[in-house]
């Protein structure tokens, strides 16, 4: 089952990057972005370095709750 899509300031951790780095976060997702020819999801994170980069679906390890949210 895949997931569902992020929305707009959902904070996430990224799978590790190039040679296996590990990408610290988390991330917030800052804008969603047209799909990918494969049609898979793209999205505009920001990092705790204040940077922005577009990621893939894929590249997004697990979502992070928000303080106050609760799963229902």
Request: aromatic residues 6%.
């Amino acid at each position: 089952m895949a997931r569902p899509p992020y929305k707009t300031g959902d904070l996430v951790q990224l799978t590790a990057g190039f040679h296996n780095q590990v990408r610290p976060g988390p991330f917030e997702i800052t804008r969603l972005m047209p799909p990918r020819d494969n049609k898979e999801e793209q999205y505009r994170v920001r990092g705790p370095d204040g940077l922005e980069r577009a990621v893939g679906h894929h590249e997004i390890e697990e979502e992070i709750p928000l303080p106050g949210n609760t799963a229902g």
